[in-house]
């Protein structure tokens, strides 16, 4: 199995950036063999969204609504992803939450190991 871990949460004024975490640990053959992780959020009274995604040896992929101001990486000796956020807005207010799967031919909202999430709010 696998265990995601995000962290690098909080709070910050609209303009800010935030750098999120989210380090995976457990069976090692089973972490080298995910295809795909990403980060999706969840605002209160939506529903949970995608916003950036990376598949392994591949660029990263965003929503139009962070193009331009989230960065999404790869750290493989490390196992870990990173979502650096910068100009915030009170609209990213959410919880963020990491995710991946070994299976490359499956939706997001299907994957096998999500993280618990962190809380991300931008004051105005």
């Known amino acids: 199995q696998v265990q995601l871990v995000e962290s690098g949460g909080g709070l910050v004024q609209a303009g800010g950036s935030l750098r999120l975490s989210c380090a995976a640990s457990g069976n090692i053959f089973s972490i080298s063999s995910i295809y795909t992780m990403g980060w999706y959020r969840q605002a209160p009274g939506k529903q949970r969204e995608w916003i950036a995604d990376?598949?392994?040896?591949?660029?990263?992929n965003y929503a139009d609504s962070v193009k331009g101001r989230f960065t999404a990486s790869m750290d493989y000796a490390k196992n870990t992803i990173y979502l650096q956020m910068n100009s915030l807005k009170p609209e990213d207010t959410a919880v963020y939450y990491c995710?991946?799967?070994?299976?490359?031919?499956?939706?997001?909202?299907?994957?096998?190991?999500w993280g618990q999430g962190t809380q991300v709010t931008v004051s105005s």
């Open positions: 990376i598949t392994r040896g591949g660029t990263a």
């Open positions: 995710a991946g799967d070994s299976r490359p031919w499956i939706s997001w909202k299907e994957f096998n190991y």
